[in-house]
T-cell receptor
Framework: GEDVEQSLFLSVREGDSSVINCTYT??????LYWYKQEPGAGLQLLTY?????DMKQDQRLTVLLNKKDKHLSLRIADTQTGDSAIYFC??????????FGSGTRLSIRP | DAGVTQSPTHLIKTRGQHVTLRCSPI?????VSWYQQVLGQGPQFIFQ???????GRGNFPDRFSARQFPNYSSELNVNALLLGDSALYLC????????????FGSGTQLSVL
């Protein structure tokens, strides 16, 4: 079946690293994505990783992919108040359909 | 450069009415996808259009329909609105190639009373 699962909430202290985890079901997925949604806004593509990669780093963002366990994670280094948002993990299926998780709400403590 | 634009931004309808939502993709993008995001959930795939043809359809009833115009803009139509159709409707554009990086608009917030 098609299902992407994420934990609903994460709270971290400002300046610490945030790690958001996701599991997906379709081993044939070609691309996996992380999107960010701020209140009242659409989704912003943060980063993506091709399924034959293990890791991708982009400034403060690090994506790790464990294809064997179908596990994807997003690490945000030096988390700032502006990182408060809902983060969605998503996988690209066939026929250009993208399946999203329910989102992880990241809150930042001072 | 203009991103994905959607109109209207907010809409209030009553049950049984019909609604049309509009989307203009990023210049040069030939594919438009529609997603429904109910409060507290992730977006759910409704349709994808590429070069004016339907490329994919999600698990939505026939009350939902869409089309794409020669300039690649798109409309989503929903007939016989139900209370459960209340949601944020997101349009996304992409080049239409194999790497489906979607770029989303800010959405149309539809409230059905």
């Amino acid at each position: 079946g098609e299902d992407v699962e994420q934990s609903l909430f994460l709270s971290v202290r400002e300046g610490d690293s945030s790690v958001i985890n996701c599991t997906y079901t379709d081993s044939s997925s070609t691309y996996l994505y992380w999107y960010k949604q701020e209140p009242g806004a659409g989704l912003q593509l943060l980063t993506y990783i091709f399924s034959n990669m293990d890791m991708k780093q982009d400034q403060r963002l690090t994506v790790l992919l464990n294809k064997k366990d179908k596990h994807l994670s997003l690490r945000i280094a030096d988390t700032q108040t502006g990182d408060s948002a809902i983060y969605f993990c998503a996988e690209a299926m066939l026929a250009s359909k993208i399946i999203f998780g329910s989102g992880t709400r990241l809150s930042i403590r001072p | 450069d203009a991103g994905v634009t959607q109109s209207p931004t907010h809409l209030i309808k009553t049950r049984g009415q019909h609604v049309t939502l509009r989307c203009s993709p990023i210049s040069g993008h030939k594919s438009v996808s529609w997603y429904q995001q109910v409060l507290g959930q992730g977006p759910q795939f409704i349709f994808q259009y590429y070069e004016k043809e339907e490329r994919g359809r999600g698990n939505f009833p026939d009350r939902f329909s869409a089309r794409q115009f020669p300039n690649y803009s798109s409309e989503l139509n929903v007939n016989a609105l139900l209370l459960g159709d209340s949601a944020l409707y997101l349009c996304a554009s992409s080049g239409g190639g194999t790497n489906e990086k979607l770029f989303f608009g800010s959405g149309t917030q539809l409230s059905v009373l």
